[in-house]
Every structure is written in structure tokens, then in C-alpha cells.
């Protein structure tokens, strides 16, 4: 994946988050590990991009 890509997932990923949050609230949220799930997706996003910011990490050394 490049830095592209991994930048839309983390917008997916926080759009997602932001609609479990929503239907929690409501009540309707079948499936309460979801909103833990994403987050860790989220973190882990955030943290290949950090890494490759930093130059710890190159774009050609990501797997999907």
C-alpha cells in the first residue's frame, strides 16, 4: 500500500468509528468488539504512517 492509499483507510477507518460511536449511542450496535477492532486498525495505520514519516519505514516495505 502507499501513503495514498493507507491515508484513505485511515479516513474510512474514521468515518467507521464515527458510525459505531453513533449507532452505540442508539443502541442498535450488534456487535460491540467492532468500535475496539477499528480503533486498533486505526492505531496501526497511524503508525506505519509515522514510521515512514520518520524514515523508519519505507513505502516499498508495505503489505496489504
Do not use: C, H, P
Amino acid at each position: 500500500m502507499n501513503e495514498l492509499e493507507l491515508k484513505t483507510k485511515l479516513d474510512e477507518n474514521l468515518e467507521a468509528l464515527q458510525n459505531l460511536k453513533f449507532q452505540q449511542a442508539l443502541q442498535q450496535l450488534e456487535d460491540g468488539t467492532m468500535i475496539s477492532k477499528t480503533k486498533k486498525e486505526i492505531a496501526q495505520i497511524k503508525t506505519v504512517l509515522n514510521e515512514y514519516n520518520l524514515g523508519i519505514r519505507t513505502m516499498e516495505g508495505i503489505k496489504e
